[in-house]
Each structure stands twice: as structure tokens, then as C-alpha cells.
């Protein structure tokens, strides 16, 4: 495409008119069916078409194909539909990261206040972590994660404290399937060299990213968890290498790992049982 070619952002060049013209009308038509499922209590085939306006035949194929995804359910016996699991899991997906970004903000912006650097949130994904909130510092040079920034588990200050507290075959299973992408020098490029580092954030509470993703750059994270225990989102405090050296890892470690256990209580979440004390 030449450089001084402009394009309409959000649609395609040849899209004329209002976007919503342009939709997808399977995919409206879907939409319309899961909307209505969701909103019964178990609808039958007649009463998902009725309510749609679509022929039974169109409705059924869809409902099999959302079913095949595990996002609707077909009761044999009473013969009706339902929201599957996949579904719910989507929509407690955003719930989650709505709720943790509401419960960390007022957390977050102590923790900035007590360190002088960003403080970060972020929860997990299939693949690594998302950004969702932040509170920058007022210092002309800072980190910044952009809401929706995409981090690798293995390079990140919160994705490894993520890691470090998920079942040594998860941890395989994603590094088998994401790889170890070497992004500086100080990347973890095997597991062995990983799993110690994640042994270390088991034993203390807290991980440090130093300098793992970006060269100049220093994190130090750790994670909260759900109300089952399970590691789902993290909390964090970046900045310049120059400024979060070495020195201030224990300290700025202290103050997010309590940051961390207070979104978790907050959240409802519950810290495990059998980590240890932090350093």
C-alpha cells in the first residue's frame, strides 16, 4: 500500500456506509440465538426460533454449532437449551478482570505512592498476561503498558509469579506450546533456569523481572489469587534500571506482595495455604 494512502480505521477500505450495514449476518444471526439462550431459563427449538425470527432448521444448526464449542448445552430429557460452560466462562472472564481492575485501583495507587513507580495490573491468559490497569509515576522516564499490552509468562515480572505458583505440567505444557522467546540477554532461554527462578518466587512471594523483556527496564510483581487458590492476575511496580535497582527489590518485594494479598482478600480470593512466608 503506498504510504500516503489513507484508510477508514476499523473497517475495510471497500465498506461504505454506516459499520453496522456491513455486519456479518450468520454471525448476527448467532448472536441473536445466544442472546436469547441466555436470557431463558432452558428454551426449546420452537421458542429459540419464535423469539429470533428465525427458521427452525437455521436456528438448530446454529445451536449444534455453539454447542460443538461447549458455549450452549441441549437438555435430553426435558428437551430443551441452555448457556454452556464455555459461555460462562467468557462472561466470568470479563467479570473477573472487571472486578480486579476496580478492587486493585485504589491499591495501586498506594503502592505508586510508596515506591515512586508505576504500578501495574494484569491478569493471566491461554498465553501469557494481559495489562489491565495502571497508575504511572510522575517521573519523566517510566514504563508504560498501554490497557490490553500482552506479556509472555516467561519474560514478565508478573507472569512468572503467575507461573510460580501453577502446577509444574501447566508450566511445561505452556513453555512446550509459547516456546521461550529470548528477548534481551537475560532471558530465560531453557526450563531449568526457569524453574529456578520460579522456586525462588514460590519460596519468597515475589518475582523481579530484571531486565527480561526490555533492556533498561525492571519489575517487581507478585500474584493474586482466586478464590480456589489458583494464581489469575498479578500486581506489579516497573520502571528504569536506573531507579529500580537491585537494592530496592526486597523493599518494593514487601510492599507488592501485600498489595497482592490485599487485592486477593478484596477479590475474595484466597491465598495458598502451603506457600511460604515472604522474605
Known sequence: MDKGEKRSRGRPRNTDGPPQIAGVQSLERAISIMEVV????????????????????TAYRILVTF??????????VRQLW?????????????????????????????LQAATGETANLAVADADGVVFVSQVETHQ????????GTRGDYHSSGIGKAILAFTDEQSVLDITMRNGLAPYTEHTHRDVNTLFADLATIR????SVDDEERNLGMRCVAA???????????GISISGPAV???????????????????EITAQFGGLWPTDSTARA
Open 38 to 57: 441466555a436470557e431463558g431459563e432452558g428454551l426449546s427449538l420452537t421458542e429459540v426460533a419464535e423469539a429470533t425470527g428465525l427458521p427452525a432448521s
Open 67 to 76: 454447542q460443538g464449542h461447549g458455549m450452549a448445552e441441549f437438555d435430553e
Open 82 to 110: 441452555h448457556v454452556g460452560v464455555t459461555t460462562f466462562r467468557m462472561g466470568s472472564s470479563f467479570v473477573r478482570r472487571r472486578k480486579l481492575a476496580e478492587h486493585g485501583r485504589g491499591v495501586m495507587r498506594r
Open 140 to 147: 519523566p522516564i517510566r514504563a508504560f503498558f498501554r490497557p
Open 203 to 206: 519460596a519468597r512471594g515475589w
Open 223 to 233: 500474584p493474586i489469587f482466586n478464590e480456589y487458590g489458583e494464581p489469575i492476575a
Open 243 to 261: 531507579r529500580v535497582t537491585p537494592a530496592v527489590d526486597s523493599p518494593f518485594g514487601v510492599l507488592v506482595y501485600d498489595a497482592a494479598v
